[in-house]
């Protein structure tokens, strides 16, 4: 059979035992071992445990669980609802500014989870319930604390980058400093329409009240004195000063990725410990179980994954489809736009971990031919993965949305977070127009790259 057939035959394969109902990673290590067997020697087969190991032996790898253990602690106490009523304090006077605190909440959580399901459950669980007690619409609510959620793939420590920067044999402290100009333009974003959409329904609820007399939350204004400001501040501080410590370790160069997470999740048991009083052993066995779980889930993945990768590699799947698209001659931005409309399609029924370890082999190398930074690409790529996480049917952030306010319909949920997904598009032009928005800050703190 024709390198062609073979790879038709593979993506066919693929999509069945995704279809199935298999779990990710036994479809693509079962589809990986079924090619093995069928197209490359006997022996091969005997290698398949000593490679998935060898694959997910990474040092770079090791920050993944330590990550997911700092994500659990915080997510699995108070930190979460404390770091929203604080920032809800401070900007409940803004117009909309109970929608720019979720943002902002969201933003702060991700940096310090790395995790986007933490994020949407930990600062869901307390600002849609504050949200819909204040007149906000459910799906206005459900929405933003979803968009909200998708940071945490995008601002570092983010997971999904770690893995981008393994399968693109890139610097994962660029790849991380290169994720805060987008991040920063996405909270932007998400605000503003948060003040959009606020005047709006407050326009609307001031025009039933003056034509039926009925009132609603959202015309009430909330109140705090100083004293309340600040006593909301002693709980959050803590934890946006490890915030602040990870990163000055990581990007000082006092620490590698690994140590940085390592000393960042002891860092955040001890902060419940003391702070929540988090220490006993039925208080932390659900934090380790979480951790180990979400661990075992990802690396089970991404060992599969890169198995899968190995076997289109050596059946020359991943080089023939990269050289088909390099010989189509598409100008740069038409190959571009092309590559990112299949990390659309492919977000409809994939996980960003799945999309970044199984495309990599094949879109890398086009655009290194075509000139593209492709540490400005990974950020790109990322924004675009992260509409897959609000948008069906796959849409990880919906369905934990849902798990927190079952009360919301779902199709309620689906309509709020639509414009975010617009949103998010926006984000993506600009960044190919102004791309130093994501260049700026490694080339300031680790200098400019080599032929850029």
Not at 310 to 317: A, G, P
Request: aromatic share 10%.
């Amino acid at each position: 059979m024709t390198v062609f057939g073979i790879g038709i035959s593979y993506g066919i394969a693929t999509l069945v035992a995704m279809f199935s109902g298999m779990p990710i990673a036994f479809a693509l290590g079962a589809v990986a071992v079924v090619f093995m067997a069928i197209y490359m020697p006997g022996a091969s087969l005997d290698t398949v445990t000593q490679n998935v190991y060898e694959e997910i032996a990474s040092i770079t790898l090791l920050s993944i669980p330590l990550f997911i253990l700092k994500g659990a602690a915080i997510g699995r106490s108070r930190a979460g609802q404390d770091l929203y009523s604080a920032l809800h304090a401070w900007l409940h006077r803004v117009p909309g500014g109970l929608g720019i605190a979720n943002v902002f909440a969201c933003a702060l959580f991700a940096a310090m989870a790395g995790s986007s399901p933490a994020t949407c459950s930990a600062i869901g669980s307390a600002g849609i319930p504050e949200m819909r007690k204040r007149g906000y619409s459910g799906g206005f609510a459900a929405g933003i604390i979803a968009a909200g959620g998708t940071l945490g793939i995008l601002l570092p420590p983010s997971i999904t980058m770690i893995l981008f920067a393994v399968a693109a044999e890139q610097s994962l402290g660029r790849l991380f400093l290169a994720g805060i100009g987008p991040g920063l333009l996405l909270v932007t974003l998400f605000g503003i329409y948060a003040v959009f959409r606020f005047r709006k329904e407050y326009a609307a609820a001031s025009a039933a009240y003056e034509a039926t007399g009925e009132t609603s939350a959202i015309l009430k204004r909330d109140d705090f004195t100083m004293a309340e400001r600040f006593s909301a501040l002693p709980r959050v501080l803590p934890f946006v000063l490890l915030l602040t410590g990870v990163m000055v370790a990581l990007y000082g160069g006092y620490a590698t990725p690994s140590e940085t997470a390592g000393l960042g999740g002891l860092l955040a048991l001890f902060l419940i410990a003391t702070i929540y009083s988090v220490w006993r052993p039925s208080a932390l066995a659900p934090i380790l179980k979480a951790t180990v779980r979400e661990s075992t889930m990802l690396m089970m993945i991404i060992g599969m994954s890169l198995l899968y990768s190995y076997v289109m590699s050596y059946l020359h799947i991943s080089q023939s489809a990269a050289e088909s698209i390099v010989a189509m001659q598409l100008p740069r931005w038409e190959l571009l736009a092309a590559i990112l409309v299949m990390v659309v399609i492919l977000g409809f029924f994939l996980p960003p971990v799945s999309i970044i370890l199984m495309t990599a082999p094949i879109i890398l190398p086009p655009l290194r031919a075509a000139g593209f930074d492709i540490i400005w690409f990974g950020v790109v790529m990322t924004i675009v993965m992260e509409m897959g996480l609000i948008h069906p049917p796959v849409g990880l952030n919906i369905f934990v949305i849902r798990n927190v306010a079952p009360d919301i319909p779902l199709n309620e949920v689906i309509w709020g977070t639509l414009p975010f997904v617009l949103l998010m598009m926006v984000a993506v032009v600009i960044l190919c127009f102004v791309p130093q928005i994501s260049t700026a800050i490694p080339d300031i703190l680790m200098g400019a790259e080599p032929g850029r």
